[in-house]
């Protein structure tokens, strides 16, 4: 089975501090995606990539950067965390670079910013 | 930002009483896939239709495309204590190319 995984489930940083979140997947795929998770505001695609150190922006990608240098791993990074940035982050990936290929998501990480 | 609509947001359901969510769009879809998340758990792959009128079923549910391709359902038959979670759909390409519904969050009553 695939294997995405984030490196923390739970993280609690201050305002103003940069924050990496980390997710590496194991099965070569070619798309990777970060989205953040709201309730009552569903999956908000924040950045995704189709292929190392390419990048797209998704629907909010104000406030976060994104690194993709090596296939397996894609880093989101918050320059400077504010409040608002309080939330789940969802990684996945889908092989192939296709649109209807699958998602295969990590279990998240919920990002306290204090 | 582009988003796809689902309804209803929200669903109680008596266990045993059947529940049906509606994902809707503006434009012509070439596919759709559904997706279920447990609560606290994270989104997990259920299924893909891509033709026309298609209707495919898994047990208790069945999800089907619409004739002009701009909507989708799934509905549980019956359902379970299981079947606690939200429900997202998730057009696979055009101009909601990765880009998921606002989700139908389930709750089963026992």
């Known amino acids: 089975d695939v294997k995405v995984t984030q490196s923390s489930r739970y993280l609690v940083k201050r305002t103003g501090e940069k924050v990496f979140l980390e997710c590496v997947q194991d099965?070569?795929?070619?798309?990777m995606f970060w989205y953040r998770q709201d309730p009552g505001l569903g999956l908000r695609l924040i950045y995704f990539?189709?292929?190392?150190?390419?990048?797209e922006k998704g629907d909010i990608p104000e406030g976060y950067s994104v690194s993709r240098e090596k296939k397996e791993r894609f880093s989101l990074i918050l320059e400077s965390a504010s409040t608002n940035q309080t939330s789940m982050y969802l990684c996945?990936?889908?092989?192939?670079?296709?649109?209807?290929?699958?998602?295969?998501f990590g279990s998240g990480t919920q990002l306290s910013v204090l | 930002g582009q988003q796809v609509m689902q309804i209803p947001q929200y669903q109680h359901v008596q266990e045993g009483e059947d529940f049906t969510t509606y994902c809707n769009s503006s434009t012509t879809l070439s596919n759709i896939q559904w997706y279920k998340q447990r609560p606290g758990g994270h989104p997990v792959f259920l299924i893909q239709l891509v033709k026309s009128g298609e209707v495919k079923k898994q047990k208790r549910l069945t999800f089907q495309f619409g004739e002009a391709k701009k909507n989708s359902s799934l509905h549980i038959t019956a359902t379970q204590t299981t079947d606690v979670g939200t429900y997202f759909c998730h057009p696979g390409s055009g101009t909601y190319k990765y880009i998921f519904g606002t989700g139908t969050r389930l709750k089963v009553l026992a």
């Open positions: 099965m070569d795929h070619e798309n």
């Open positions: 990539s189709y292929d190392v150190k390419m990048k």
């Open positions: 996945a990936s889908s092989s192939t670079g296709l649109a209807n290929e699958k998602l295969f």
